[in-house]
């Protein structure tokens, strides 16, 4: 008996029937009764359970068991290994740049540091000169030195007002010493000498210096001719005066200027 039944409201008394129609694939519909449909739905669904979460567990290895307090905790350490006292496999240092050389040197043998005064105004000390205030007590009030012309190869006697020249020196140190940075300027450099007193010429006088030991110290100060030494002639300046002697000419120059006016006056302002 094939009676199909819609679900439009109009044949709501009959209930007992329900038209399904499943399609499956290219299956044909099928009718199936209500209760059939309802008996199915109670067997086959469940009500959902709560999903339960599912866990992997690896087995991880477990850690050390502590140690107890009584059980002290050492530590090896290597072996102390002896100083080596071999010279061959010692190691051997680095050696950075090689320092400078002292500037305080033993004398060669035979000679002293005392000699015999070459000037009144020197002492029996090489490179030293005596103090403004000696002189000035000892009625030294003149310094006099020669100077030798290369033109006409003449040579003459030039006098300077002790306490006067030192002063124009001593004013110029003070005023431009932060400004020279330890070196000689150029005015000392390069001196400005006087015309020859016979034959009038420029740049030909020069200060008549025979051997180190009798070179006028004082003299050269006060007309500030100092400059017109040769490098091996302020070394040995600066060696006899225990100050450091390596380096350029302006920095030796400058030391040298600086010790004759501490020689002068020690306790003055004036200081290396």
Not at 177 to 201: V, Y
Request: contains cysteine.
């Amino acid at each position: 008996m094939n009676t199909s039944f819609s679900f439009n409201g109009e044949n709501d008394d009959h209930e007992d029937l329900l038209t399904l129609s499943l399609s499956i694939g290219a299956r044909s519909p099928a009718t199936v009764p209500l209760n059939q449909f309802h008996s199915y739905l109670s067997s086959e669904i469940s009500p959902l359970a709560p999903l339960q979460p599912t866990f992997t567990t690896t087995a991880l290895p477990l850690p050390p068991l502590p140690l107890s307090p009584q059980e002290p905790i050492f530590f090896a350490a290597p072996p102390l290994q002896p100083p080596s006292t071999n010279l061959e496999t010692a190691p051997i240092p680095c050696r950075g740049r090689a320092g400078r050389k002292p500037s305080i040197q033993a004398l060669k043998q035979g000679k002293s540091e005392a000699v015999s005064a070459p000037y009144p105004w020197a002492t029996t000390r090489r490179a030293t000169v005596h103090s403004l205030d000696y002189l000035l007590s000892k009625g030294i009030n003149v310094i006099s030195g020669n100077l030798y012309c290369k033109r006409c190869d003449k040579q003459y006697e030039v006098e300077y007002d002790l306490r006067q020249k030192f002063m124009e020196v001593a004013c110029f140190v003070s005023k431009n010493k932060c400004g020279m940075h330890d070196r000689a300027p150029a005015i000392w450099m390069n001196p400005s000498l006087p015309n020859c007193e016979f034959c009038d010429q420029n740049n030909y006088v020069r200060p008549a210096v025979s051997k180190k030991r009798s070179i006028n110290w004082l003299f050269l100060l006060l007309g500030q001719m100092l400059g017109c030494c040769k490098l091996s002639e302020l070394k040995y300046f600066c060696k006899h005066t225990k100050n450091h002697r390596t380096g350029a000419k302006d920095r030796v120059l400058y030391l040298t200027y600086l010790a004759l006016c501490k020689q002068l006056d020690p306790n003055g302002a004036i200081d290396l």
